[in-house]
């Protein structure tokens, strides 16, 4: 199953243009879609329905952590804030038949500093402590949340899977785990880890989602990324979910800052979709196998 983020085209996307631009992702082939809740009430899950049904798409949500929202080193409102965010998250999961809501889900993107070691686990059992009432909500709605590990850039809190592994810790083993795991995104993975086909591996049957893009954020295909690898890792790990183009924009100010996209990263959006599309199609098919 092979999707794509709507930030490719849009951002934030909302009600009003949530079923013509569906449309279009399926038009050009796609079975799954990534939609993004940039802020509670952008998009319904009434407005979602109606466009999903229009186009058969399998969805998957993905949140945004903007500045302020934070779950660690953060004042008591702001991790409240925080939660009741991500539980709207879930409730748009819900309301559309979503199976997972994933993102970096521990810190604001781009917040960094520096940690000892003492002072990262003290970091992590802080973010287990905020993240089980998120956690407890999710469970009760039937969704998966994917912890997303972000490059060294974009976070010093989790960068690798085995930071993420280690920061949720017993959340993993408990009575909620069923219910959170990880969202890997091949664009981190290639900055983050030594190989990405490994570290796949060892997020095993921990993970929920992933997300590919080039080395460059561009389409995948023609980049560095060792495709035949990942997907043989992705095979080695009973992965049967989405392969899911997250890619940006750089018309919109707030998301291609975030994003550091700061040129067009194929001749048009629809280039970068239709071209990631048919590499995967033949990738997923076994052209590309080593």
């Known amino acids: 199953m092979i999707g794509v983020n709507t930030w490719v085209w849009a951002s934030p996307l909302r009600d009003a243009q949530a079923r013509g631009l569906l449309g279009h992702v399926a038009d050009l082939g796609f079975d799954a879609v990534e939609l993004p809740l ?7 899950a009434a407005g979602a329905r109606a466009a999903l049904a229009d186009t058969g798409l399998t969805p998957c949500v993905v949140g945004a952590m903007a500045p302020g929202r934070d779950l660690v ?11 009741d965010y ?4 879930v409730d ?3 309301g559309i038949g979503a199976a997972a809501v994933c993102g970096p889900f521990y810190a604001a993107t781009g917040r960094v500093w520096r940690m000892s070691p003492q002072q990262r686990q003290d970091a992590y059992a802080q973010w287990r402590e905020h993240l089980a009432p998120v956690l407890e909500h999710a469970a009760s709605a039937g969704v998966r949340i994917g912890i997303e590990p972000l490059n060294r850039y974009e976070t010093s809190l989790v960068n690798t899977v085995d930071q993420a592994l280690d920061g949720l810790g017993e959340l993993l083993d408990g009575p909620l785990g069923a ?16 190989s990405s086909a490994d570290a796949v591996r060892r997020a095993g049957d ?3 989602h992933v997300q590919v893009c080039g080395n460059d954020r561009g389409a995948p295909g023609g980049d560095q990324t060792d495709w035949p690898a990942v997907l043989g890792a992705l095979t080695d790990v009973g992965y049967t979910g989405p392969l899911a183009i997250e890619s940006f924009t750089a018309d919109n100010d707030t998301i291609a800052t975030a994003a550091s996209i700061w040129r067009p990263l194929a001749p048009t959006q629809d280039d970068l979709a239709a071209d990631g599309l048919a590499f995967l199609r033949r990738l997923t098919q076994g052209e590309h196998h080593a």
């Open 206 to 208: 921990h993970l929920v």
């Open 86 to 89: 991500l539980k709207a998250c």
């Open 179 to 194: 219910h959170v795991g990880l969202a890997l995104d091949t664009y981190h993975l290639n900055i983050e880890e030594r």
């Open 38 to 44: 940039e802020q509670p009430g952008d998009l319904t």
């Open 92 to 94: 748009l999961a819900e």
């Open 73 to 83: 080193e953060a004042d008591a409102a702001t991790v409240r804030s925080t939660q």
